[in-house]
Every structure is written in structure tokens, then in C-alpha cells.
């Protein structure tokens, strides 16, 4: 390895989140030094600090809340069964202090990376400016993750809005929510704060929520969602929000209706933007696309030479899981000079509703669209044995193979447990699997699991008249 001076590095590497450390650990892990620099967020970006870790752990706390309200069965009988949500603030901090340290800043100990607190500006020559210093790399990777999209809503600054980030932040519950989104992140936030006790309703400017997945998710997870309590109005396109008051208004227009939504708050979670402004990006010769998203090719490499790119700033699938392996896809390709890709219609993603959503590979109209032809079946979790069993039938599993080759394309799922669920088709998808190789697996019984191979069954027996025992 050649010598360097104090600012001279194998790897350097703007951005503090999963993307970034996951580059830095695999430059470490083949013997080559790395800085970070990490602006905005603290250690860990969105994930530790203000996405997945501190919702699903609120998600959880108010879906213990809600449903104990709730017993199915005579041995759980409803009692007295109280929320303390400033206590429950106070923990998701707690735990997310611990784990920025356990699972970051801990891992850094011992390893060739150093770790620098600013914002780093990128300069011609794979330089990179943070205050007074000036670091250069044989590769920078530029990792700066996303921040929550504020849509240009008349109206919307002067009332005051929150976001995913901002509203975990409150120790109060507000006792009306209007949510704008109904994409992931708005459904999360609409149930778990309905969960602990907000009127909520949630507005979705597409004609269904969750308009990425399959129709019949969309349709089952708003009919769960109503169930409990929750408005919303599709199709709903916000013109204008005024505050009267005290109260928060929302002017809908759908052709000449409009209707108004009264709420004390406003959650925003209308999708993101990526972290790429004022960086000299221009300057250094990377290009971004008209949503400001950074361009690269398939394997990370941006249109600036030595300058890689990973994580939300590449507006592809703004997962954790995704980041922490574009980061560490780059690295090995920057360091080694491979060219390794990603297939990403094999990446499985959540909604953690309850129930929960999750999907892998295409859906039917994306697998038309490609040029496929393809097999549905959609059955619902009522014909699941272990959902009869346990008295919990909401949900239905879609499955879609391709016509001629009966391979599996896609599967989605909602159901309590669709999260874990998803991986058997994941592994399935990979793997090349058919339908019929599905159904020639033995499953464990009773398990929600068994509905992957239920559906597959579908294919080939009426299920009105099929046996649990059926093989």
C-alpha cells in the first residue's frame, strides 16, 4: 500500500449513514484505508437516528397499546390498559443513543477509518473540502442519503407541518392528524399515532394508497386500516392548506369538489430528496438527473472518474438494506476494479402496517410492461390454517409466475407477519424456483409461511375444496 500524508486516502467518503459505512468497513475488510465525513444527521443517518429503528420500535409500542384494547379470545380479557406516550419518546432516544454507539460508532474502533464531523464539498481531482481541511482520495464515494420532500402546497409553510423526522420528536399526541402521503412511510406514521389515540386521516393525491403495490394490497390494507378508525381519501390532491382557528384546514380538488379535512397537525410525507445541493457536485463533473438524483452506471461509478455514488442520493430503492449494499458493491468495484451489479427485482422490501406489507420482484402490470407474459393467483389469508387458528384472517398473498417457464416473478403479501414471510420467496425468486418446486417443499404446519405454498397450490386446485392436508 503507498505511504500517504494525514489527508491523502484510499477511500474517502461523504455521508454518515448505512451506504457510508458499509463502503468504509469493506475498503477496511480489503486493506485500505477511508475517512468518513458526516454532516446533518448524526453517526448512522436515517435508519438509527430517525427511520427504522425509532418508528418500528413507536410502531410496536402502539400497536401493543391498541390492540390489548382488543382481545380475540376469552383468556385475554380487556382491562385497564394506559399510554404513556411521552415515556414511550423517551425510550425509542434512549435506544437509539445505544445503538448509534453499539452499531456504529463502536465499529469504527481499531479499523483504518477516520471519522470527521462537517460538510465536505466535492472539488475537481477527487478532493473533497471539510472546514479547514482538504482531504484527497483515490476514490470518493458520495453517500449523503435524502432528506423528506416538501411538496409547493399553497399555504402549507404558513400553518406549519411535520415530517417522519420532526413528529417522533413531540412529546404530545396531537388529538387530530392529517397525514398527506399515502405511501409507506404515511401509512406507518397514520397507524401507529392512530394507535395511540389521534384521529387520523391520511391523503393520497394517487387514485389508491400504496399505489406502487399491487392493487389487491392497496385494497385490503386501506379495508384494514378503515377498520380501525382510519379516513382516507385517495385521489386527494391538496391545493390549499389554511389554519382557522387553531385548526388546520385542507382545501381537496378532484374537478369542481372540494373537501375539507380538519386537523390540529400536518404530517408530510410526500417521498424524499436526495442530499446533493451545494456540494460543488457541477463542478466536479457529476452529472444528476432531473429530480436531482445522482446518475451512475450499474455499477456505482458516476459520470466523474473516481467519484462513485451509493444509498438514496441515487434515487433507486431508498432502503437501508440497499444502501449498506450499493456502499459496499462500490467499494469493492472503486478498489478491486470489478464491475459488480445489483439485481434489485430481487430485493425485498416492508411496510410495517399491521398488517404488514412486503413484496419481492414484479408485479404482474411491471412484468407486462417488460415484455412478459405472466400467471396470478391471489388467495387470502382466510384459507391459511394458522390464520384461522390464531383468529387473525386479515391479509391476501399475490403470486405471479411467469406463463411459459412457471417461474416465480413476484410475491406480495400482506399479512401480520408479511416481513419475515417475504423471505422464502426472496430466496424463491433468486433461487429460479417454480411454483411447482414451491409446492414440492414441505412446510411446517400450521405457519403463516405455508401460505407461499398455499398460493402455489391455487394454481392447479380450486381452493374453496382443498384440504390443509392436500399435497
Known amino acids: 500500500m503507498p505511504s500517504r500524508t494525514s489527508?491523502?486516502?484510499?477511500?474517502?467518503?461523504?455521508?454518515?449513514?448505512?451506504?457510508?459505512?458499509?463502503?468504509?468497513?469493506?475498503?477496511?475488510?480489503?486493506?485500505?484505508?477511508?475517512?468518513?465525513?458526516?454532516?446533518?444527521?448524526?453517526?448512522?443517518?436515517?435508519?438509527?437516528?430517525?427511520?427504522?429503528?425509532?418508528?418500528?420500535?413507536?410502531?410496536?409500542?402502539?400497536?401493543?397499546?391498541?390492540?390489548?384494547?382488543?382481545?380475540?379470545?376469552?383468556?385475554?380479557?380487556?382491562?385497564?390498559?394506559?399510554?404513556?406516550?411521552?415515556?414511550?419518546?423517551?425510550?425509542?432516544?434512549?435506544?437509539?443513543?445505544?445503538?448509534?454507539?453499539?452499531?456504529?460508532?463502536?465499529?469504527?474502533?481499531?479499523?483504518?477509518i477516520e471519522y470527521v464531523e462537517g460538510r465536505g464539498g466535492l472539488l475537481p481531482g477527487r478532493k473533497v473540502r471539510v472546514g479547514s481541511r482538504l482531504l484527497r482520495g483515490r476514490h470518493v464515494l458520495i453517500a449523503t442519503g435524502s432528506a423528506p420532500k416538501i411538496p409547493a402546497i399553497e399555504g402549507l409553510a404558513d400553518v406549519g407541518y411535520l415530517t417522519s423526522r420532526s413528529v417522533m420528536q413531540r412529546k404530545a399526541l396531537p388529538a387530530e392528524l392529517v397525514v398527506l402521503g399515502g405511501g409507506a412511510v404515511g401509512l406507518e406514521f397514520a397507524q401507529m399515532y392512530a394507535h395511540f389515540g389521534s384521529s387520523v386521516t391520511v391523503l393520497e393525491s394517487a387514485e389508491r394508497i400504496l399505489p406502487f403495490e399491487e392493487p389487491e394490497v392497496s385494497e385490503e390494507v386501506e379495508r384494514c386500516l378503515r377498520l380501525e378508525g382510519i379516513q382516507i381519501h385517495a385521489g386527494a390532491r391538496v391545493r390549499r392548506i389554511e389554519r382557522n382557528d387553531g385548526r388546520i384546514i385542507c382545501h381537496l380538488t378532484d374537478g369542481k369538489k372540494i373537501v375539507p379535512c380538519l386537523g390540529d397537525e400536518i404530517l408530510v410525507a410526500t417521498g424524499i430528496e436526495p442530499?446533493?445541493?451545494?456540494?460543488?457536485?457541477?463542478?466536479?463533473?457529476?452529472?444528476?438527473?432531473?429530480?436531482?438524483?445522482?446518475?451512475?452506471?450499474?455499477?456505482?461509478?458516476?459520470?466523474?472518474?473516481?467519484?462513485?455514488?451509493?444509498?438514496?442520493?441515487?434515487?433507486?430503492?431508498?432502503?437501508?438494506?440497499?444502501?449498506?449494499k450499493e456502499g459496499a458493491t462500490a467499494a469493492t468495484n472503486a478498489l478491486l476494479g470489478e464491475k459488480r451489479t445489483i439485481n434489485y427485482d430481487s430485493v425485498p422490501h416492508a411496510v410495517f402496517t399491521n398488517p404488514q406489507v412486503a413484496s419481492v420482484g414484479l408485479t404482474d402490470a411491471e412484468y407486462v410492461r417488460r415484455g412478459g407474459a405472466?400467471?396470478?393467483?391471489?388467495?387470502?389469508?382466510?384459507?391459511?390454517?394458522?390464520?384461522?387458528?390464531?383468529?387473525?384472517?386479515?391479509?391476501v398473498l399475490k403470486m405471479v409466475l411467469d406463463a411459459k417457464s412457471r417461474k416465480l416473478v413476484g410475491v406480495h403479501i400482506v399479512s401480520p407477519l408479511a416481513a419475515d414471510m417475504i423471505h422464502a420467496a426472496a430466496y424463491a425468486i433468486r433461487g429460479g424456483l417454480t411454483g411447482d418446486d414451491i409446492i414440492d417443499t414441505v412446510h411446517a404446519f400450521p405457519t403463516f409461511s405455508e401460505a407461499l405454498k398455499i398460493a402455489a397450490e391455487s394454481f392447479h386446485r380450486d381452493m374453496r375444496h382443498m384440504s390443509c392436508c392436500i399435497e
Open 275 to 324: 442530499n446533493t445541493r451545494e456540494m460543488g457536485l457541477a463542478e466536479a463533473g457529476v452529472v444528476l438527473t432531473e429530480r436531482g438524483f445522482i446518475k451512475t452506471d450499474e455499477t456505482l461509478r458516476t459520470t466523474a472518474g473516481g467519484v462513485w455514488a451509493a444509498g438514496d442520493v441515487r434515487g433507486r430503492l431508498a432502503l437501508e438494506t440497499v444502501a449498506a
Open 374 to 395: 405472466c400467471d396470478c393467483r391471489v388467495i387470502k389469508m382466510d384459507r391459511i390454517p394458522k390464520a384461522l387458528t390464531v383468529g387473525d384472517t386479515r391479509g
Open 7 to 112: 489527508d491523502e486516502f484510499d477511500f474517502v467518503v461523504l455521508g454518515g449513514g448505512a451506504a457510508a459505512f458499509a463502503a468504509a468497513i469493506r475498503a477496511d475488510e480489503l486493506g485500505h484505508t477511508s475517512v468518513i465525513v458526516n454532516a446533518g444527521l448524526p453517526m448512522g443517518g436515517t435508519c438509527v437516528n430517525v427511520g427504522c429503528i425509532p418508528s418500528k420500535f413507536l410502531i410496536e409500542a402502539g400497536n401493543e397499546f391498541f390492540y390489548t384494547q382488543s382481545p380475540q379470545f376469552a383468556c385475554n380479557l380487556p382491562g385497564t390498559v394506559r399510554c404513556d406516550f411521552p415515556s414511550a419518546i423517551a425510550h425509542k432516544d434512549r435506544m437509539v443513543q445505544k445503538l448509534r454507539k453499539s452499531n456504529y460508532l463502536e465499529v469504527l474502533g481499531g479499523r483504518k
